[in-house]
C-alpha cells in the first residue's frame, strides 16, 4: 500500500514515516515508478514504534526493541529511566541545597557523586548485560551514593571503571540464554529491589533468618544435592557465573574496589561474610556444594 493509506492506518504523518525510514525502522519496497511500498508488517512495525514514542522511547532504543528480545531490552531501558529519574531527584536536591545557601563547594562534591555513580551503573549494565546485569547494578546502586573524600576512594574508583572498561563479555550458550530470558522477563527494578531488602534483612539478623527459614533451608539444600538440580539449566547458568566471576577479576578486582570505594558497602560485605559463616557452621555441607 502506498504511504496516503499507510498515514491512515497508522495515524502517523508522512515526514515521521519517512524519519523512521531514514533510521531504518522499516524498509518499504521500492516500486518501478519509485512510489514506495508497505506491507502489513511495516504497517504493524509502525504501530509498535508510535505506542514506544507516546512511552517516551527513542529512536535508537525502539530500534534495540524490535532488532532484540524485547523484554530484555525493555527492562535495561526502564532501569536506565529510573536511574535517571533517582539521578534528576538529587540535582533537584542540591539546586534546593544552593538557593537555601550551601556553598559551592558541597554543590560541586554532590555534583561528581551523581556523576561517578551514573558512570559505574553505566558501565555495569553495558558489561553484564540482560537480567544478571540489572540485578547487580541495582544492587550496587546503593552504595554509590557516598562523596569521594580521600585518595583511596579516588583509586578504588578509577580501578572500578577500568576493570568495567576491560572485563570479557559475560556470555552463555544460547539454549542457557532463552532460558534465562524466559524465566527472567517477567522480573521487573521492583522485584530485584525487593530481593536485595530480603538479603539485607537476612544479613542483618542471621540467627532469625536461619531459625525462622529452618524448614525452606533444608529442602533448598536437599534439592542442591540431587541429581535434578545437576542437569538443570540453573546449575549450569550459576557454574558459568562462578567460573566468570573467578577468572575476570570480579572478586579480585571489583569487590575490593567497592569495599573502598563506599563503606556502606564494605559494612555491608561484613555483615554478608558473618552471615555466610553462621550458615556454613549450621549448614557444613553448603561449603561443598559451592566448590
Request: proline fraction near 3%; aromatic fraction near 10%.
Amino acid at each position: 500500500m502506498l504511504i496516503k493509506e499507510v498515514c491512515s492506518l497508522t495515524k502517523l504523518t508522512k515526514k515521521a514515516i519517512e524519519y523512521y525510514e531514514e533510521h531504518k525502522l522499516i524498509e518499504a519496497k521500492i516500486l518501478n515508478n519509485g512510489y514506495r511500498d508497505f506491507n502489513e508488517n511495516d504497517i504493524e512495525t509502525l504501530k509498535k514504534i508510535s505506542m514506544l514514542r507516546k512511552l517516551g522511547i527513542g529512536v535508537e532504543d525502539i530500534k534495540v526493541v524490535l532488532q532484540e528480545n524485547k523484554f530484555d531490552s525493555l527492562n535495561k531501558i526502564i532501569l536506565k529511566r529510573e536511574l535517571g529519574i533517582q539521578r534528576e531527584k538529587e540535582k533537584q536536591k542540591l539546586l534546593n541545597k544552593l538557593t537555601s545557601g550551601s556553598d559551592w563547594a558541597e554543590i560541586k562534591e554532590g555534583i561528581m557523586v551523581i556523576e561517578k555513580n551514573e558512570t559505574i551503573l553505566e558501565k555495569l549494565m553495558d558489561s553484564f548485560p540482560g537480567y544478571y546485569g540489572r540485578f547487580i547494578c541495582l544492587h550496587f546502586s546503593r552504595f554509590l551514593n557516598e562523596p569521594i573524600l580521600t585518595k583511596e576512594q579516588e583509586d578504588a574508583y578509577d580501578d572500578i571503571v577500568n576493570f568495567l572498561d576491560n572485563v570479557p563479555a559475560l556470555q552463555f550458550p544460547e539454549e542457557l540464554q532463552e532460558f534465562l530470558i524466559e524465566n527472567t522477563k517477567h522480573i521487573n527494578t521492583i522485584n530485584i529491589r525487593e530481593m536485595n531488602e530480603s538479603t539485607k534483612k537476612s544479613i542483618e539478623n542471621p540467627d532469625k533468618f536461619l531459625k525462622e527459614n529452618k524448614e525452606m533451608l533444608e529442602e533448598y539444600l536437599k534439592y542442591k544435592q540431587s541429581e535434578e538440580y545437576k542437569q538443570s539449566p540453573v546449575y549450569k547458568i550459576q557454574e558459568l557465573m562462578k567460573e566468570f566471576n573467578s577468572t575476570s577479576g570480579y572478586y579480585d578486582i571489583f569487590i575490593p574496589s567497592m569495599k573502598r570505594l563506599s563503606r556502606g558497602y564494605a559494612e555491608y560485605y561484613k555483615q554478608l561474610e558473618i552471615a555466610n559463616e553462621k550458615l556454613l557452621k549450621q549448614y557444613p555441607e553448603i561449603e561443598n556444594l559451592n566448590k
